[in-house]
């Protein structure tokens, strides 16, 4: 039985028993809520979270640890040879992987590994067949104990107020934890990294070529692992962007806002937010055969020497991917300035555009920084547009019309493929990560300080 037809049986199963705990409750209270403590609803709440949350909890503990409990089964009956080596470990446990899914015939493995991979099979279909039945025995079992337990006095309401309290706690701390899991992932590995390279040649460093050589003797056999080009890159691009997206974003928004007819304004505004539904590929392909082509020949034309990949060119096209990220949310918030502040202008003999400038604007300007930080965090992170317009040369430029690449970009070219995962090359990889991650929480801080000083001036 897969995942998802498991899910819905124990979906069915507290359905039913929402129904039939409902019903329990009715026939108690003879007719009469008055009789009852908590409204019938509650009752059958009660019944369906003792059926599904037990046996949820079941389903993630079960997932954590089979899989590493029947590798372990598995690694156990290996050849001893084969467990002493790391390398020759990993790609055991590879192709064993490949024989139990079924892929494995054009292996050519010894009899001990096909004999593991019809053995992982196996111990998986017993592990799933384990899991159908143990999960469904605890969800029938919660039903049974929680069914008995319904009775008039009994305080169902408090009882379901209380554990969806605590599965909004449980849900608040998965996001946390996951956020600090990311983070100590990034630094354990980027701490690796750096027991490899120094940091002060990967900060301040000025070229950036991680491909290692495979013999001592070839040209960069240890790699070039300076992120200057990198950094400078992704803010060129980046700068370039927000050049065209905030002025068009914060105009059109004013303008829809203030201006515009409610009418425009219905077809207006769906229509800007289109540009936010379209993906980021296509947005590629616009930059590498129409932008790109068009910047260099009208280059050719007044004599500059503009690449066929250049940053100008990821850089517009990036520019009106984001626009509406600006002019949406900028435009939400203006609306939300009290109409109070306008009229108070108005009565003083302000024009509109006074109004808009001083008036509006500022008391907007917390969320206008939230959106434009929004842009930016967009902008950092976009990668198909720069792979296809921008191109993968780390150049140490600041011409938007040569070839850049950005920090995203080589963080992904570091990781496709077959890698080593215990090399500087793949290791950079995260260091990049960390300093991403690093930038963002800056613009976070810098954000909130914002949001926090105007606050205090117009709340």
Avoid at 33 to 55: E, K, M
Avoid at 399 to 419: A, E, K, R, W
Wanted: hydrophobic share 55%; proline share 4%.
């Amino acid at each position: 039985m897969s995942l998802s037809f498991l899910l819905l049986a124990v979906a069915v199963l507290c359905a039913l028993s929402f129904f039939f705990g409902r019903q329990r409750a009715k026939a108690l209270s003879g007719g009469r809520y008055s009789n009852l403590h908590s409204l019938p609803v509650h009752y059958g709440t009660y019944v369906a979270l003792w059926c599904g949350l037990p046996a949820l909890l079941l389903l993630m503990i079960w997932y954590m640890f089979q899989g590493s409990v029947i590798e372990a089964m598995i690694v156990a009956d290996l050849p001893a040879d084969i467990v002493a080596n790391s390398g020759q470990l990993s790609l055991a446990l590879n192709s064993i992987s490949q024989i139990a899914a079924g892929g494995g015939e054009h292996l050519t493995v010894s009899p001990e590994i096909v004999d593991a991979g019809r053995r992982l099979a196996n111990l998986q279909t017993i592990a799933n067949a384990a899991l159908v039945v143990v999960m469904l025995s605890v969800a029938i079992a919660g039903i049974a104990i929680s069914y008995r337990k319904i009775a008039p006095e009994m305080r169902a309401r408090n009882n379901v107020e209380r554990i969806s309290r605590w599965i909004m706690i449980a849900c608040s701390a998965i996001a946390i934890l996951s956020t600090v899991g990311i983070v100590f992932s990034l630094m354990f590995e980027a701490v690796h990294f750096f027991s490899k390279i120094n940091p002060l040649e990967f900060l301040f460093g000025l070229e950036w070529s991680p491909q290692t050589a495979i013999r001592a003797d070839q040209v960069a056999s240890e790699g070039a692992f300076g992120a200057i080009p990198l950094f400078v890159g992704t803010l060129l691009i980046t700068l370039i962007a927000m050049c065209v997206a905030v002025p068009i974003g914060l105009f059109s928004a004013i303008y829809m806002g203030e201006y515009a007819s409610p009418k425009f304004r219905a077809i207006a505004k769906p229509a800007l937010e289109i540009l936010a539904g379209v993906p980021t590929v296509v947005y590629g392909f616009f930059a590498a055969l129409t932008v790109a082509p068009f910047l260099r020949d009208k280059g050719s034309m007044l004599g500059l020497d503009v690449s066929s990949e250049s940053a100008l060119a990821a850089g517009l096209v990036m520019g009106i991917m984001i626009i509406p990220f600006v002019s949406s949310l900028s435009d939400d918030v203006m609306s939300q300035v009290p109409k109070s502040l306008r009229d108070g202008s108005y009565g003083l003999g302000a024009t509109k555009s006074e109004t808009i400038r001083n008036v509006i604007f500022p008391a907007a300007l917390p969320g206008i920084v939230g959106a434009v930080l929004l842009a930016v965090s967009r902008a950092i992170g976009e990668t198909m547009i720069v792979v296809m317009a921008a191109g993968l040369a780390a150049n140490m430029t600041v011409n938007p019309l040569q070839t850049v690449t950005t920090v995203t970009v080589q963080i992904v070219t570091l990781l496709v493929g077959d890698q080593e995962f215990d090399s500087a090359k793949t290791l950079s990889a995260f260091a990049l990560g960390l300093v991403l991650f690093l930038v963002t929480l800056g613009l976070n801080v810098f954000a909130l300080k914002v949001v926090q000083k105007y606050r205090e001036k117009y709340d």
